[in-house]
């Protein structure tokens, strides 16, 4: 069994689909999400420092944060959370400073799985054809798989034998 | 010259789209949906009456209502405001307690045309085409036209000549 991203870019309508299993249970996965100083540790590609500026995961909060590349490029990123119920799902808002006003929607659900284990679901949507496909091939499907991947590192780090393990 | 709505439903993407010209200049039109005491004298159809919860219109700001027909039945709607520039440009979120979750977004945009007067135009985006579907085959258009109606009246009364004559 593989945990791979999948990830798909229907054909004519302006979303984008991706599912991710990862093998920590659900309440972690939220935390993830949820906790600045986790989500900083795991969200994009390895490639990219993430500064965030605020990040309050909540039916009404807003979040601001910045990615810079190694050459140095700043990405900003903002939006609100009109909706987040712990543990199960979030919708959020999401603009890219590159693109003002290119404003999309994305439905997140956590699904919990047997042996511990959770589905991350997301659905977003786009105001366009032309902003979603721009996203499809903006390295959108990479950054994603590699943000999953480091949050499956960091979720092993913060298990209790690796903690004891670290003498902590 | 006519003001009427033009509301589009296009094929086989998740958008509504309508646009609204008032003989009202950007700055009255801007308060209009600004100003709760203003916006429920004018939001929907007349046979509602319309309740704010909260209504606070700036980038970062959430609302809720109720609109409640002439049979008793409430209406819940909420959502959040992700970016508003005065007199310019608005996006939300939008969700009906009917159907919970289905979200859609909206981007408003206030044209300022010669003589006073504006164009209103909206972009409406729903995660699903049956969301969409749904949307518009439930008297949408009617609604949404005869609440410009009201606007077009509230906005008439609000005119300097028209409190002078009322003796204000």
Redesign the interface.
């Known amino acids: 069994m593989t945990n791979a991203l999948q990830l798909t870019v229907p054909e004519?309508?302006?979303f984008i689909d991706f599912s991710r299993e990862v093998d920590y249970p659900v309440d972690q996965v939220f935390r993830a999400y949820s906790e600045p100083d986790l989500l900083v540790q795991w969200l994009g590609p390895r490639r990219n420092k993430m500064d965030i500026n605020h990040y309050d995961f909540r039916t009404?909060g807003?979040y601001s944060y910045i990615h810079t590349g190694p050459e140095g490029v700043p990405y900003e990123f903002r939006?609100?959370?009109?909706?987040v119920r712990e543990n199960e799902?979030a919708?959020q808002?999401f603009?890219f400073s590159g693109y003002p006003?290119v404003?999309?929607?994305e439905?997140m659900t956590l699904e919990a799985l047997d042996g511990g284990r959770t589905r991350i679901i997301t659905?977003a949507?786009?105001?366009s054809?032309e902003a979603r496909d721009g996203m499809a091939a903006s390295g959108m499907e990479g950054g994603v798989s590699e943000g999953f991947d480091r949050m499956d590192e960091l979720l092993a780090q913060l298990q209790p034998e690796a903690l004891q393990g670290r003498g902590a």
Chains 1, 2 share one sequence.
């Open positions: 004519g309508v302006p009404g807003s939006g609100i959370f009109h909706t799902f919708i808002t603009e006003d404003t999309s929607l439905f659905h949507v786009y105001p054809m």
